[in-house]
């Protein structure tokens, strides 16, 4: 029966309730900076004015209206802006803050509940994981309709509460942004409505491999995010990367094309939806490369390492859903992988130093009490309870060897001698222990499944009989459930 009958047929008995519908662009680099009206009351800055020390002579709360034309900062490398509480730095049609390529930062310092609207923001040199705006990552900036391209670093930090809206976030050296805070992490975040493109034009994980610090959007322990409505696209590495403790993930209504590493790397993290996207072409610079030097790896557009639902951190899921989206024409499509060598305590944990957020301490995860409960389950973070159901999953007819495919699997665990994970066990629990489930899907090309570790790729058929029983009532354009 052909794919589109199949459809119909599962639409009209309910197995399915809805196609999940494809998410167009929101150009805003191509609109430019929304500038807003000059409030009453505003101090207005001319280009040549010092905006910095105009910030310090004035008090908090003070609004400055950035009049158009080229503002700049002192000649020198910490020629910087530093906001008080409550200020707000809005730029009338063509206002410009130019770092010259001499400036590090353009906003600093810990001010609370900052205001930047309808600027272009370029030219600044921040250095590799620093950023331009908000450097010290202040809590709760409103970051609103400004440009913030042609920097190096990151165009922005995050803090807590801070949101970023209908920004055109493109060609930055390192990362459109990089949510990272020091201590306490950050809580809060909203990412909405943005275009965030062309980022790492410096091409870190050339200069440093294995660095994992490129791409789009890049995030560090935040806990709690909505990332919604936003262009990512045409980034050199991954579109959106949640690294290191991060949970309570809600990822929506976003476009997500063209990047050249994975659309969303989320490692060793926590409870995530990822719900109504679009993800088209990712992942296929990454995938060829694999591909040329014969590594068959299972490169994933979406890809989950060490990444999991956990009922006991508070979050607004318990689990990881990926739910009503469309993926068309990427290399691949879901990777769920989980590296046994990898633990809080392990020398192969590449965030070294950080330890579970169900473990207080690193120094707890060792031998001997590490091979038996509860720490045996807790020092590791798992690639568990994930739920893939109701997208629509297309690849081309120009799709051969190893792409085209999903993945649940993990390596033989080998490594530190004294891990208790050592063997097979890791792939034998996120294959069939950990709840992680295929379901109610539609396909279209010539899919394989790799399963329980590199060795074992399958077809429909063996993907979905027993042992692994994925898939139940997903069509393949050639059945029906």
């Not at 590493?261 to 995530?272: C, D, G, Q, R």
Request: proline fraction near 5%; aromatic fraction near 10%.
């Amino acid at each position: 029966m052909p794919a589109f009958l199949v459809t119909l047929l599962l639409l009209a008995t309910g197995v399915i309730t809805a196609l999940p519908a494809e998410v167009s662009p929101v150009a805003v680099c191509d609109a430019g900076p929304v500038s807003p009206s000059k409030p009453d009351g505003a101090v207005v800055v001319e280009p040549g004015t010092d905006l910095s020390t105009k910030t310090r002579e004035l008090p908090a709360g003070t609004t400055f209206w950035l009049a158009g034309g080229e503002h700049t900062l002192s000649p020198d490398e910490f020629g910087q802006i530093i906001p008080k509480d409550g200020n707000a730095y809005l730029g009338a049609p063509g206002a410009v803050l130019d770092g010259g390529g001499v400036n590090r930062y353009a906003f600093t310092q810990q001010a609370r509940d900052v205001v930047l609207r309808g600027l272009t923001i370029r030219g600044f040199a921040a250095p590799r994981d620093e950023g331009v705006v908000n450097h010290d990552s202040g809590e709760h900036w409103l970051i609103e309709g400004n440009t913030i391209e042609d920097n190096r670093g990151a165009a922005m930090m995050a803090g807590p509460r801070q949101e970023i809206r209908r920004n055109c976030l493109r060609n930055n050296g390192q990362y459109g942004i990089n949510a990272y805070r020091a201590g306490d992490g950050i809580t809060g975040l909203v990412v909405e409505g943005n275009e965030i493109a062309g980022n790492n034009t410096d091409d870190w994980e050339k200069k440093n491999p294995g660095c994992g610090c490129s791409g789009g959007a890049k995030f560090w322990a935040v806990n709690g995010a909505d990332i919604r409505g936003n262009w990512v696209h045409h980034n050199h590495g991954a579109g959106l990367w949640a690294d290191t403790n991060n949970n309570d993930f809600v990822i929506e209504d976003n476009l997500i094309e063209d990047n050249e590493a994975e659309a969303l790397f989320y490692e060793i993290s926590y409870n995530l939806v990822v719900r109504g996207n679009t993800f088209r072409r990712n992942t296929l610079v990454q995938g060829r490369a694999f591909a040329a030097r014969g590594d068959n790896f299972p490169v994933g557009t979406i890809y989950l390492s060490e990444s999991g639902g956990e009922p006991r951190i508070r979050a607004r899921t318990s689990s990881v859903e990926i739910v009503d989206n469309v993926f068309e024409d990427n290399w691949a499509g879901i990777t769920l992988w989980e590296n046994a060598d990898r633990f809080c305590n392990s020398p192969a944990n590449t965030s070294s130093g950080s330890c579970t957020r169900l473990v207080p301490s690193v120094s707890s995860c060792s031998a001997p009490g590490i091979a038996s409960p509860p720490l045996y389950d807790d020092c590791r973070w798992k690639t568990q309870r994930v739920s893939v159901h109701g997208n629509k999953f297309s690849i081309g007819s120009a799709c051969t060897g190893l792409c085209g495919r999903m993945a649940v699997l993990a390596n033989f665990g080998t490594y530190p001698e004294w891990s208790p994970y050592r063997g097979s066990s890791v792939s034998d629990a996120v294959t069939f222990r950990q709840e992680n489930r295929w379901y109610d899907n539609a396909y279209a090309g010539d899919w394989r499944f790799v399963v329980h570790d590199t060795s074992r790729t399958l077809g429909v058929s063996g993907w979905q009989g027993a042992p692994y029983s994925q898939d139940a009532c997903s069509s393949f354009g050639d059945g029906e459930c």
